[in-house]
């Protein structure tokens, strides 16, 4: 059972997934928003239900699973819309998350939330011990994203534009990993910061 969690997020294309299974190597614990975020809709689950309720079973295909398509359609620019959805799915996203940390048999676990300083931060998400922030200039993340994703520079940038910014991002950290050099100089930081949060997880 792990008792010390760390929250670990960052922009778009910053590097996260390149530092989080770095992590994952040394044997610690990641849960995944992006995976419990579809979970917690999985088919006949309560979040499923709700959703059914609040936005008509139209957002259900015949199948009884959610119709994505068709609810992002409904949320997307009608800002009321989308925060009625985020009170149905984001509670349920925080107690998955919460759980697969406390049940990992890892020393420390990582609870890996992309969105998390626009998700609430840490008021949201106050379980977490401490929080790191892959941090990486914006200019470098829009060339990663073009080249990972294929998307143009309008749209990458937009991408970029629609999240929380660097330095708001950063207020929220409790240590940051750079991620302006070689990919290689990661794992460094990643095994320095392995060992400090061992030795957190070990006194608390
Ligand atoms: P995130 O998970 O934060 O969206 P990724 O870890 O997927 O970001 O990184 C975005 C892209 O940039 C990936 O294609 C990845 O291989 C690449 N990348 C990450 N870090 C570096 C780096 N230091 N130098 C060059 N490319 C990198």
Not at 55 to 62: C, N, T
Not at 81 to 105: F, G
Not at 121 to 142: M, T
Request: with cysteine; hydrophobic share 50%; aromatic share 4%.
């Amino acid at each position: 059972m792990s008792r010390f969690v760390v929250g670990l997020t960052g922009g778009i294309a910053s590097g996260k997934s390149e530092v989080t299974r770095r992590f994952e190597a040394l044997g610690v614990t990641v849960a995944d928003a992006d995976v419990a975020a579809r979970t917690v809709v999985s088919q006949g689950s309560p979040a499923l239900a709700m959703i059914a309720e609040r936005f008509g079973p139209d957002m259900l295909q015949a199948d009884g699973t959610l119709d994505r398509g068709r609810l992002r359609a409904h949320v997307f620019a009608a800002v009321a819309e989308r925060k009625a959805l985020e009170a149905i799915t984001h509670p349920a996203i925080r107690q998955l998350l919460h759980d697969q940390c406390v049940q990992a048999e890892s020393p420390y676990a990582i609870a890996a939330i992309p969105l998390l300083t626009e998700a609430g931060g840490r008021d949201a998400y106050a379980w977490l011990d401490r929080i790191l922030v892959v941090d990486a200039p914006e200019a470098l993340q829009l060339a990663r994203l073009m080249q990972r994703d294929g998307s143009d520079v309008v749209l990458a940038q937009q991408m970029i534009d629609a999240q929380a910014s660097r330095a708001q991002r950063l207020a929220l950290a409790d240590d940051v990993v750079p991620n302006d050099g070689h990919p290689d100089a990661l794992q460094a930081q990643v095994e320095r910061l392995h060992a400090i949060y061992l030795q957190a997880a070990a006194e608390a």
